[in-house]
């Protein structure tokens, strides 16, 4: 019969094999999680309708320089749809599972994909297309799949017009229907009269008025918003023009509405 000593020494040895196994465990999931990423930069983008949007998705592709082509498989899938929107494998698109909803609208940047770049572009983005896209990488030190939701709006900066002392902001094509405001170089709040045009696609024309006579040399903001796109655009009015100090800024929501 074992001796009460020999109980706890050989229990003793027992809870080290077992600590060092949690331990080995423990850094080898570390390791694991911080070397073998998939993620996007943009879980929410937003595609403007009739546009090229990317869906972005990368991974670590290796722990040294790089990864050869042959050793990556990156396939796009969207929830709901049988077949591929993209597969790429043995260092070659492989197309013949892909859903006719993307025939010849999808690629990706294969020039990069050795330095983890497994986004894909997606052409002439239609109302259709919005939904969830799953990106999965398998290469020798990344595994996993990351979704990214696409939502589709239509939008377009507005041109600026004026005549006498009323100014003028036109937007060619919003969805879904905006809030459009007005403010000037301090941030005050302008009243405006804005109408909404439907074409026959049921894309909305925005015309926006100042209410307010307008003076020369100041700059006025339109922002234009929905619940997917906000749009700010400036202008500054001289003697005999208007100038837009700076392209209009587009900024998406990243939530899912």
Not at 124 to 153: F, K, N, W
Not at 177 to 185: A, H, N
Not at 234 to 248: K, V
Request: charged share 15%; with cysteine.
């Amino acid at each position: 019969m074992a001796s009460f000593g020999q109980i706890i020494f050989w229990g003793m040895i027992v809870l080290i094999f077992i600590i060092s196994g949690l331990i080995i465990l423990i850094l080898a999931l570390a390791f694991s999680v911080s070397n073998g990423f998939v993620e996007s930069s943009d879980l929410f983008p937003v595609g403007n309708l009739g546009q090229d949007v990317i869906l972005h998705c990368r991974f670590n592709p290796s722990s040294g320089t790089g990864v050869k082509m042959n050793d990556v498989s990156i396939t796009w899938e969207k929830k709901g749809l049988s077949g591929v929107v993209y597969q790429y494998k043995n260092g070659a698109a492989q197309l013949k599972d892909q859903n006719p909803l993307f025939t010849e609208r999808t690629q990706l940047f294969t020039d990069f994909i050795t330095l983890g770049n497994a986004s894909l572009l997606l052409r002439s983005v239609r109302m259709e297309d919005a939904g969830v896209y799953q990106c999965s990488v398998s290469a020798p030190a990344s595994r996993g799949t990351i979704s990214v939701h696409l939502r589709v709006a239509a939008f377009s900066a507005p041109t600026f017009t004026i005549s006498n002392t009323s100014l003028t902001a036109e937007a060619q094509r919003w969805l879904p229907k905006p809030d459009v405001s007005w403010s000037d170089y301090a941030g005050n709040p302008l009243n405006a009269s804005t109408h909404f045009y439907n074409n026959s696609a049921g894309i909305l024309r925005i015309v926006s008025t100042l209410q307010d006579p307008v003076r020369m040399d100041d700059t006025y903001t339109c922002v234009i918003q929905n619940i997917l796109v906000k749009a700010v655009s400036q202008a500054t009015l001289t003697d005999d023009m208007i100038y837009s100090g700076c392209p209009s800024r587009y900024m998406n929501y990243r939530h899912w509405p």
